[in-house]
């Protein structure tokens, strides 16, 4: 996709994020025609979001496990990025007003340690594991910001970051404290009431998989991970929507639990 072109849809895209208004399909000669595409405005855009939530402080992956892939008809790993002004504490309180249709979603987060590095493509999951500092039981925080996302395609979506909104993050486990992640099993709460539950198993067959898949993805366009860098693996259950005054809990066996509401 041609820069000037791709700094115009990350134009659009920024600004309708930055209004909260409804983003529709691109001008016909704007949208992306593959998903290489998408990641290319996605970069684009990277650096006008930045200016208003903050630096881009790490990554979330998509689509990692079959519930999502059904729910979304897309069959593989997306990526976005996580900003900082959208990364909040366990306990925090956020206006249902500062999104458009807000949803939740049951993650393991992942902080690296060291950096990995595009030269050391490709990964494996054993090699990322080494590389992981810490995990927190984490809520993804999505918001349904299009006209019709089933209608918008994967390269649109993912140019705009995949439904990214922000995160709230439990307690760190230190690496050396970790359960096995593949085994871990997590449930959604909404206002106390089971919303969804799934384990660390349906992403990607293990969230150490899903962290190498991304660091790959990133190497392909010459760009690796940095330590410090919050990665989230992708979600255990079916995004839930949620209104004003509602409650979550995400609880994830061996990692702790993380709460928050939206008032």
């Given at each position: 996709?041609?820069?000037?072109?791709?700094?115009?849809?990350?134009?659009?895209?920024a600004?309708?994020?930055?209004?909260?208004?409804?983003?529709?399909?691109?001008?016909?000669?704007?949208?992306?025609?593959?998903?290489?595409?998408?990641?290319?405005v996605?970069r684009?855009?990277?650096?006008?979001?930045?200016?208003?939530?903050?630096?881009?402080?790490?990554?979330?992956?998509?689509c990692?496990?079959?519930v999502?892939?059904?729910?979304?008809?897309?069959?593989?790993?997306?990526?976005?990025?996580?900003?900082?002004?959208?990364?909040?504490?366990?306990?925090?309180?956020l206006?249902?007003?500062?999104?458009?249709?807000v949803?939740?979603?049951?993650?393991?987060?992942?902080?690296?340690?060291?950096?990995?590095?595009?030269s050391?493509?490709?990964f494996?999951?054993?090699?990322v594991?080494?590389?992981?500092?810490?995990?927190?039981?984490?809520?993804?925080?999505?918001?349904?910001?299009?006209?019709t996302?089933?209608?918008?395609?994967?390269?649109?979506?993912?140019?705009?970051?995949?439904?990214?909104?922000?995160?709230?993050?439990?307690a760190?486990?230190?690496?050396?404290a970790?359960?096995?992640?593949?085994?871990?099993?997590?449930?959604?709460?909404?206002?106390?009431?089971?919303a969804?539950?799934?384990t660390?198993?349906?992403?990607?067959?293990?969230?150490?998989?899903?962290?190498?898949?991304?660091?790959?993805?990133?190497?392909a366009?010459?760009?690796?991970?940095?330590?410090?860098?919050?990665?989230?693996?992708?979600?255990?259950?079916?995004?839930?929507?949620?209104?004003?005054?509602?409650?979550?809990?995400?609880e994830?066996?061996?990692?702790?639990a993380v709460?928050?509401?939206?008032?």
């Amino acid at each position: 996709m041609e820069a000037e072109a791709a700094a115009a849809a990350a134009a659009i895209i920024a600004q309708a994020r930055a209004a909260r208004t409804l983003l529709g399909p691109l001008p016909l000669e704007l949208q992306p025609e593959d998903e290489l595409a998408g990641y290319v405005v996605q970069r684009a855009a990277h650096a006008l979001v930045a200016a208003r939530h903050g630096a881009r402080v790490g990554y979330k992956i998509g689509c990692t496990s079959k519930v999502m892939q059904d729910y979304l008809q897309i069959p593989h790993p997306c990526a976005g990025g996580v900003f900082a002004h959208g990364v909040h504490d366990g306990g925090v309180s956020l206006p249902a007003a500062g999104f458009i249709r807000v949803g939740v979603e049951c993650e393991i987060a992942m902080r690296l340690a060291r950096d990995l590095a595009p030269s050391g493509a490709p990964f494996t999951a054993e090699d990322v594991a080494a590389e992981v500092g810490a995990c927190h039981p984490a809520i993804e925080i999505v918001d349904d910001r299009y006209v019709t996302w089933e209608t918008l395609g994967a390269p649109t979506l993912i140019a705009d970051d995949f439904f990214a909104a922000g995160c709230v993050l439990g307690a760190a486990v230190e690496r050396a404290a970790l359960p096995d992640l593949r085994g871990v099993r997590g449930r959604a709460l909404i206002n106390g009431e089971v919303a969804g539950e799934g384990t660390g198993a349906d992403v990607l067959g293990h969230p150490f998989q899903a962290l190498a898949w991304l660091a790959n993805h990133l190497a392909a366009n010459g760009e690796g991970l940095k330590a410090g860098e919050l990665v989230l693996t992708g979600s255990l259950v079916k995004t839930v929507w949620l209104g004003a005054g509602d409650r979550v809990r995400m609880e994830l066996d061996g990692l702790g639990a993380v709460e928050m509401a939206f008032v």
